[in-house]
T-cell receptor, first 117, second 114 residues
């Protein structure tokens, strides 16, 4: 597609429910990132993929958060047993660069806004 | 370790006035620096980036930023504000040699008054 596509745009979940957020990066982009943006804050790094390999998951806040990109294209961020503090906008970004030292631009999707009641 | 501080969570300017959004960074290695803009309910769009070439970087929509190593700053400016510039602006840093992740500041909401 022309840009990074995320779905759903809005998700309301009851505390304890599992949710899955999808990211469809720009075609051919090697790198894919997930960020969490709490209300009034800047995005915070969650995890990074290069193709299907998850190279960095140091930002995932707990073991309830899991991300995958099995075929090196579409990625899913899964949150198990959601808590109120998980309420945030989850941003996906992709880049054509797949090597160290790159300075390429990250292209962001519009985000998935999760509200946990 | 790297971090970004944006001074002023809200900035208001009159249309036609100078825009100045402040950003200071800390990084243990030479940084790459970025400014992103976010309109309501949209993703982030890159305005400009510094990658150790010219210290004065020009971006889209008439914005520019100057990298000042001695001040560890990368302030964003625009000579004349337009109503369409109203948005949230984020400064971000990544460490040279690693494009894996950006560390963002907490953002500055720019309001342009008629």
């Amino acid at each position: 597609g022309a840009g990074v596509s995320q779905s759903p745009r809005y998700k309301v979940a009851k505390r304890g429910q599992d949710v899955a957020l999808r990211c469809d990066p720009i075609s051919g982009h090697v790198s894919l990132f997930w960020y969490q943006q709490a209300l009034g804050q800047g995005p915070e790094f969650l995890t990074y993929f290069q193709n299907e390999a998850q190279l960095d998951k140091s930002g995932l806040p707990s073991d309830r958060f899991f991300a995958e990109r099995p075929e090196g294209s579409v990625s899913t961020l899964k949150i198990q047993r959601t808590q109120q503090e998980d309420s945030a906008v989850y941003l996906c970004a992709s880049s054509s660069l797949g090597r160290e030292g790159g300075t390429g631009e990250l292209f962001f999707g519009e985000g998935s806004r999760l509200t946990v009641l | 370790a790297q971090s970004v501080t944006q001074l002023g969570s809200h900035v208001s300017v009159s249309e036609g006035a100078l825009v100045l959004l402040r950003c200071n960074y800390s990084s243990s290695v030479p940084p790459y620096l970025f400014w992103y803009v976010q309109y309501p309910n949209q993703g982030l769009q890159l305005l400009l980036k510094y990658t150790s070439a010219a210290t004065l970087v020009k971006g889209i929509n008439g914005f520019e930023a100057e990298f000042k190593k001695s001040e560890t700053s990368f302030h964003l400016t625009k000579p004349s504000a337009h109503m369409s510039d109203a948005a949230e602006y984020f400064c971000a840093v990544s460490e040279k040699g690693s494009a894996r992740q950006l560390t963002f500041g907490s953002g500055t909401q720019l309001t342009v008054l008629p």
